[in-house]
């Protein structure tokens, strides 16, 4: 008798040679193995006579050998070429490197058997044939088992092959550990959701996903629709909604630092504000201030396409933690973006006299002196990258932390700098937006506020897409916007030239372009720059001292240049939708009209050219993470590898949303049972499949 923990060794036809070919592909357990669904089945209960068959179908025959024989070759070894019949037609099937079979002596003549593939024709297109087809003997008696084993009748499930463990052997083995499960199987999901969901037991829904019954719904064990796949989907999505409700809960049950407003505050927020919000800032900002006036601490994520105006809501929110007596610190990815936040928190803020620190790599030891006033809690904003998670960097009295293109952080970086102070309020901010419902689950421990309106006056972006042999053109509408006195971005995804890709490189276009222009006028900037140097070249080009700056990635966020109309993006293949339409995001931040040209070889990939189709098509950036999302995938969407999210292994965030909606509601109604919620999920953290996911809390 085996359970789901049990070795896969002592399955029947294991052993433990075999074992350690499982589990060297994650399939160490019986639970691991039963966990592995199909990825489609196929209806093998109805033949098709011999007469009838089409090339190009996949059909299953039963008929009789009449003839085999094995044929040397040069290239594929001996072929073993059976000629069958059913009395109204003939089909020959075919194995190549067959001679092992053929000394098995499966297929002698008068034997019936049934044969499952794709009928090809002959090299004359004259008769039927089947390459390498599944079989299946058919018994004499009918208990019998035939050689080919238990495959080609009713409905078989196709697994995807484990590099080296073929989907006919997992068709044997996982039966074999069906059979030997002990029969007194625990259900993990409660009856109550199974009743009212009218879900299968897990034995039950165990059966019906790796051995269907004819009859049963083919196109929606297909789809992945069928009850027992919609079962374990929903237990999946139920199972991550109730860890996240868990972690909510006990974010809500701690003591927090708590903000007070009052109409001085508002005064101190009217000086800083350079326009008029729009209505999305204000419905962000006001759901922040409710958040920082709760007696827990404030977890939410403020989303919005690139441009929407997030900053000046985090500046805002800033103010609210400044004014009630306690520091903030703002956390980004790159120095660059760091230097750019340091100078608008002085210009924005500058009203105020709030004393704002830029802490870089090296600070702490370069600067002592700043390092003790942020300590005694002297400094109002601390601004920087990872800099800040050093153990130096203290602070006095942390009430907000704000992290700005959370995607770029791990979940541990996160926390390493909430760390820093007393369960400080913490607001975390991406210009790489994805739907709603999604960002509800990416981001399940935050409260999800979206800015989804631009500030007036914004002129849209216009998006072409060039080939190399329009570079003429290209260089031409450089030189017009260079001429009417605006600046230009030329951006490369390398800084040298590289032997292994053939790409362009910042280094070799910067010469190239300052060979075409002033070379005074040409700048250089890429991360492996000094400090100084960098800061420097966005200096002069902020400031209107170069016209065109050439650059790799480095100016993907938080680069902020008014006068900057035009933005050329070489090999734009080799960049994902959300990379390219932050890039994007570097103009039309003026009043001028500008243009962004995606610039690519000649030819390029299908997906390469789907990418750029999709930023050239829209601006909007929920609809360009939707494009996302088909293309790549919500796991690589938003990061879930560095985020902590689990790789979920049944259900998916694409196709399964409904699924998801109505886990999250049942979720709901447990997480006002903390007792019985934790008890449930410690019961599932024992469940092969899912401990994974449990992980999540």
Partial sequence: MLHLDSDVQFVRGVGPRRAELLASRGLAKVGDLLWRFPRRYEDRSAFVPLARLEVGQTATIRARVSQT????????GRILDVTLTDGEGLIRAKWFNGARLYNSRVFLAGVEVILTGRVESDRYGENPVLFNPEFEVVPETPDARGAGGDECGGYVPIYEEALGITSRQLRRIIPAALDALDPALRDPLPEAIRDRRQFPDLRTALEEIHRPRVGADISKLNAGRSPAHCRFKFEEFFLLELSLSLRRQRVRSSDGVRFETSD????????????????????????????????????????GDVGCGKTIVAFESIVVAVENGYQAALMVPTEILAEQHAISARRVLGPLGYDVALVRRGTTKEDPALVGRIRSGEVDLVIGTHALLEGAVEFGRLGLVVIDEQHRFGVM??????????????????????????AMTFYGDLDVSSIDEMPPGRHPIETIHAYERHRPRVDQALRREVDARRQCYVVYPLVEDSEKLDLSSATEGHR??????????????????????????????????LDILVATTVVEVGVDVPNATLIVIEH???????????????VGRGGHPSTCILVTPDRIGKVAFQRVRAVRETTDGFRLAEADLRLRGPGELAGT??????????????????????????ARLWEGDPPGAAQLMEALSRKPGLAGVVGVG
């Fill in 264 to 303: 001085a505050l508002r005064t101190q927020l009217k000086k800083i504000l350079p326009f008029r919000p729009t209505p999305a800032q204000k419905r962000a900002f006001g759901e922040i201030v409710t958040d920082l006036s709760a007696d827990w601490p404030m977890s939410r994520l403020l989303q």
């Fill in 572 to 586: 734009a293949e080799r960049f994902g939708i959300s990379q390219l339409h932050q890039l994007r995001g570097r």
């Fill in 413 to 438: 970086q996160r926390l390493g700098l909430m760390e820093k102070g007393r369960r400080p309020n913490t607001l975390v901010m991406t210009a790489t937006p994805i739907p709603r419902t999604l």
């Fill in 512 to 545: 190239r372009l300052a060979g075409l222009f002033d070379p005074a006028r040409v700048g250089l900037l890429h991360g492996r720059m000094k400090t100084l140097e960098k800061e420097a070249v966005m200096q002069a080009f902020a400031g209107g001292h």
């Fill in 69 to 76: 024989k094995l044929i040397p070759t040069r290239s594929r």
């Fill in 641 to 666: 590898r560095q985020s902590g999210m689990p790789e979920l292994r049944v259900a998916s965030l694409l196709d399964d949303m409904e699924i998801l909606v109505e886990a999250r509601d049942e």
